[in-house]
């Protein structure tokens, strides 16, 4: 949403939502960029992943209309789904290549090509000194668990959309996706969530890090209502709980593949 302001008789416009709360419509693509940096991006612009290995650390699926989740070597935790793809993370091995003063986390999710809508109602960041947190509703309160160290709704006021999304004062803070944006044809993602490293502070690089989001929860058309949503990085780097790296290169690169194949059969 947009604002004008008059100013001796020129008409300036601000693209920031001034209020304390913002929904961020993407179903049409396009960047929002939050007041502390963070970046929401869901250009259709083709994923490139050179020569390193897409990693999936987190797959959620639910049963019912919302979902949640986080990254953990603990099974059957929310609506995880199991599986070598949803698996613990060190700080150490966050993507910082990729933009670089950004940690950078892909996002994929799946709906019917009918209801093809999808909410994201919550983002959060916690460290902590293990591998297997299995506390809910979030990590928070867990033994050794230390945040959120990030809070999308929390933290959330402000926004500038460009490129096509649409920010709206009021409300929820909750992020508006689409899962018919994406082709399938090399950009297998739906949203690029880039978080300045700054805004973590000094984090522990042997500390496990853990990326908590839920999904569905604006209801209706936006309900989770078909495979699992998946959080990735593209450099693999530092994992835990994987293969070893000789074999993760080639296992990753068929991944890679088979994960793009899925997408043209899924999205057509």
Known sequence: MKTKLYLCGVMLWFGAVANATVTIDLTAGGIATLSNGVILDATAAATSVGTGVIDSFDRIQGNTTTESGYNTDANNVLDNKGGIFTHSLLVSGLDTTTKPGYYTFLLDINQTGDLPLLSLDQIQFYTATTGTVNHTPTPAGGSGVTGPIYDFVASTTTAVCTNGAVCTAGG???????????????????????VPVGLLGSLNQSSFFYLYSAFGGLGGVYSTNDGFEEWARINATGQVGVPEPVTSGLIGTGLISLFLLRRRAQKG
């Open 172 to 194: 929820a803070n909750v992020i508006k996706l689409n899962y018919s944006l994406n082709s399938g044809s090399g950009n297998g993602f739906d949203m690029f969530l880039y």
